[in-house]
């Protein structure tokens, strides 16, 4: 009789100690799972955030390299137009406009330079000479619209006078044309969101210069 009590509470005991393990198991496996999930879930979208975040500072394309790589010579162009005005121009209203000129994209070189540096790419040398990349000899012009030659430049630093405003106006619009057209293509097709932002600047502030100038144009 004792025997038979002993069996069955060694029974009862070991089906006790059984369900209790099996609901450790089961709970260890809950959390485990359930901390697994949140764990690599949190992971995931912290680094997709991250990674998107990296993308949309740095992305940047072909477009953005080309604007950036002729707007500099362009600019430079501009700057020197603009500097003869200082000891050419007999008009304090075209002397005014090459002074806006002048620091309106003297930084803005600065700051493409900057994002070409950045990427790896070649920048324009001060002299316009940019080596392997064709189509943008900044003595000749090509491949930029709006940039002035060889010949235009020579004449327009021979000019002086009223003959020099009204030059460096008929020039100046021509080449601010040449850069709206250029900063509207990186508009519509660029992908660095700075590179679009200067190219929205560039359109308004030079839409504007080119009304100024043609106004101008009308009294010389």
């Not at 500099?72 to 003869?84: K, N, S, W, Y």
């Not at 900057?114 to 012009?141: C, F, I, K, Q, R």
């Not at 630093?157 to 900063?183: P, R």
């Amino acid at each position: 009789m004792r025997d038979t009590r002993t069996r069955t509470h060694t029974r009862n005991r070991r089906a006790a100690l059984a369900a209790v393990s099996v609901t450790a198991v089961l709970v260890l496996v809950a959390c485990g799972g359930n901390g697994g999930d949140t764990g690599h879930a949190g992971g995931h979208r912290t680094a997709s955030s991250s990674a998107g975040a990296d993308a949309t500072a740095g992305a940047h394309n072909a477009q953005d390299v080309s604007f950036a790589q002729g707007m500099v010579p362009h600019h430079r162009q501009a700057l020197d137009m603009a500097e003869l005005a200082a000891d050419r121009a007999s008009s304090a209203e075209v002397r005014d406009l090459a002074s806006r000129i002048e620091k309106a994209q003297d930084p803005e070189i600065r700051t493409l330079s900057g994002w070409l540096t950045s990427w790896g790419e070649p920048v324009p040398a001060s002299d316009g000479s940019t080596g392997s990349m064709p189509g943008m000899d900044h003595s000749a012009g090509s491949g930029m619209p709006g940039m002035m030659d060889g010949s235009d430049m020579d004449e327009l630093e021979k000019a002086s006078g009223a003959a020099f405003d009204t030059m460096f106006l008929t020039m100046m619009t021509a080449h601010h044309e040449g850069a709206v057209a250029m900063a509207t293509t990186e508009r519509s097709k660029g992908r660095y969101g700075p590179a679009t932002s200067m190219a929205d600047d560039i359109i308004a502030a030079q839409t504007a210069e080119i009304a100024e100038m043609n106004k101008a144009i009308g009294k010389h």
